[in-house]
Every structure is written in C-alpha cells, then in structure tokens.
C-alpha cells in the first residue's frame, strides 16, 4: 500500500499544471527550432541574386530573413557589425529594432487589455494625475491620436545631462513640468508621435508593478520564443549590451548612444531576424494575444493615405483589395529596420541594418518575387492605384 500511495502521489504531481506547463514549454521549444531549420543550399536564388545586389549597389548592410508558408526560404547575414573593429555580422546579431518596437509595445498593451488590467477607455491621467494633457486615452496613444508633443524634440533643450541616460519616468516628469505645447486635441487628427509609445511603457509600468524590460520578456518575448530580444536603455546600462554599432550612412559615421537611448517603448527594444519571425509565428497561432483582440490592431485607426495605407494599433497598415498586410518600419541612431507580415499569402520579411541608408527603398523585385503586392507609398497614386 505504501508503494501504491508513492506511484499514486507520483502521477499527481506529474500531473500538476507547473508539470504541464513545463511540458507545454518544451513542446513549443521543439516547434520553434523546427520552425527555424534552414539549409542554405534550399535558398531560394532570386532571392538570394536580389539581396547580393542590394547589398554590393545600395550598401545593405545587415540581416535579412523570408519566409512563405511557414518555412523560412531565404536568410542571410551581409557586412559589418562594428566597421572599426571589422566584426562581421552573424545571422543571430542583435539590432536597435527602433519603431519596429512599436508593435511589440503594442501587443504588451493588449496583453493587460485582455487580462483585465487595463481598459482602451483609460486615461493617462489614472496613473498619472498630474500629467497635464487630460483625457487621453490607452486607444488614442496606440493609434497615434493623442495630440501630444514629442518628448524626443522637447527634451534636447531640457535635459540637463546629455551623458545620463533619461528615464521613461524622467521624461514623464518633464512633460510634467515643463508642460510644452501639444500638437492637437486628443482624438483629433492622426499624428505619428514617439511620446504616444513611450507613454505607453510608462503606463505599463505603472499597471504591473514591473520594469518594462520584465515585463516584456515575460508576457511577450519569453512565450514567443524569442530568447535573443530584450528591451536595452542608457537609463540602466552604461554601454548597450550588443556588438551591432549604428552607423549613419557612411561607414565613418558610427553613432554613438545617447540620453535619448533611454526611454523605451517608442524604441528601444534589440532583437534578431529569427526572433522577429518566430513572434510572426506565435501571433499567427494565437499564443500570445487573443485572435481577435489581435484582430483590432489590425483595424485601420487613421484615414487611408492613396487608399491603401493606414495605422491600427502599432501597426502600420496596407491593405490592397483582399491581401491585408501590416507591417512597421524604423529607423534611429544608425539603424534602420523593416517588418512586413503579409497576413493573406502567409509571408514574412523581416529586413535588419546598421547602415542607416536608403537601400531598404529599393525593395520593389523582392515583392515581385514574392508574388505580392509593392509595398511602397509612392508606387500609388491617390486612388491608390499602382503608378511605377
């Protein structure tokens, strides 16, 4: 009977949900690692033919990642890391993913909405009473109709140390106290602001209790699988913890980091072109947001500019007749990034570099390769109809 009760207590606690959960856990480990099997002999050579050019004619310089279908189809790592060392980038490098952040805040946000700890109709002025911009809203931060003034503008003649790293906290308080003019009314035009998402994170914090950076890895990076993103800010570290150094334009050009690589949540957040697809992945398969919570940051929030483009929740929108995409794009401090998720045809592209030049505007061919619509707003006219 004693051997009965230890096999019996045995299965309850293999049983026990931290058992399950622990099993679920390593279950996706094994689907993620599937999900990122990639032979190069299997690229996919007009792709490949594509990214060499742009790279060797319009100086791309950094990672690239596409998929269709589910399986990655082509990946690749192009040039320097750090040009004054000589560091060659590799294909797990982690880049400044600047407003491509943005959507990653964004699902953060949704995440508190769905389990109850936050509500659209919020204002910032429940977890800050003194901030001085009243009734604005979780669902007008998000969709960039607020009305805000952008602290990044305001805070060059304010902040008094430029060698500190600010706080999302320090620049709440300075919006606090210095009360610049805002741009609108809240809910008035659509007006792309960083202030909106820097709020944003601030709020989270206020929410949870937690440093954003936890936050994040736990409710959005750690579940997605993406074990090489974090939110980095000169607030905490002296020196950001990535070998990728920003470069502006020209390769003598590095960027050094500043108090303005402090506040998160506008930016801030480093991550790689296989954990921006393995995100791609668990949002598809609703792991991380509710499908249809999901589904209204997909919802065109501002009126369609050439017909085609918009923004929802942290997400910029193009949506051609019966082919949805939603994308972001970013660019900061030498780094510039590209995400596109073509919800339709299943297609993701994710396009990474440290050279902030105008190569991720000749993308044209590769959408053509892919068999989906340019995603370019001057290939459109205003009827939104496709010109060149």
């Known amino acids: 009977m004693v051997v009965l009760g230890m096999a019996s207590g045995l299965i309850v606690a293999c049983s026990s949900p931290e058992a399950k959960q622990k099993e679920v856990k390593i279950d996706q480990a094994k689907k993620d690692s599937i999900a990122l099997l990639y032979d190069p002999a299997d690229a996919d050579p007009r792709i490949d033919e594509f990214m060499q050019r742009l790279h060797k004619r319009a100086a791309f310089n950094g990672n690239v990642l596409v998929a269709k279908g589910g399986k990655i189809i082509y990946e690749n790592a192009f040039g320097w890391a750090d040009y004054l060392h000589k560091d060659s980038l590799d294909i797990d490098s982690q880049f400044e993913l600047a407003s491509v952040s943005k959507p990653m805040t964004a699902i953060g946000v949704l995440k508190l909405v769905e ?65 610049p003019a805002r741009y609108g009314s809240p809910d008035g035009r659509y007006h792309y602001n960083n202030s909106n998402y820097m709020v944003l994170a601030s709020i989270v914090e206020k929410v949870t209790g937690q440093d954003f950076a936890v936050y994040m890895k736990e409710k959005i990076f750690d579940p997605a699988g993406m074990k090489r993103t974090a ?26 980091q500043n108090y303005l690589d402090g506040p998160v949540g506008d930016k801030g957040i480093y991550s790689t072109v296989k954990d921006l697809y393995l995100l791609d992945r668990a949002l598809r398969e609703g792991r991380i947001v509710d499908p249809g919570l999901l589904d209204s940051a997909y919802t065109a929030r501002s009126k369609p500019e050439r017909s085609l483009f918009s923004y929802g929740y942290g997400w910029r929108l193009f949506h051609p007749q019966e082919n949805p995409m939603v994308y972001h794009t970013g660019w900061w401090h030498g780094f510039k990034s590209l995400y596109v998720r073509d919800l339709e045809n299943d297609v993701t592209i994710v396009l990474l570099t440290n050279m902030a030049n105008g190569s ?3 993308l044209d061919d590769l959408y053509k390769i892919l068999e989906i619509p340019i995603l370019r707003r001057n290939a459109y006219n205003a009827n939104g109809e496709l010109v060149n």
């Open 115 to 179: 389990e109850g700890k936050l509500k659209m109709e919020n204002t910032v002025n429940d977890f800050y009473p003194d901030f001085p911009y009243p009734d604005i809203t979780i669902q007008q931060l998000l969709s960039h109709r607020s009305g805000l003034p952008n602290y990044v503008y305001f805070s060059e003649t304010v902040w008094p140390d430029r060698k500190k790293g600010m706080s999302n906290q320090d620049a709440m308080d300075l919006l606090i106290a210095h009360k």
């Open 231 to 256: 939110v980095y800010s000169t607030a905490v570290y002296d020196k950001i913890p990535t070998g990728v150094i920003g470069h502006d334009k020209i390769w003598r050009r590095s960027v050094v």
């Open 360 to 362: 991720l505007n000749n």
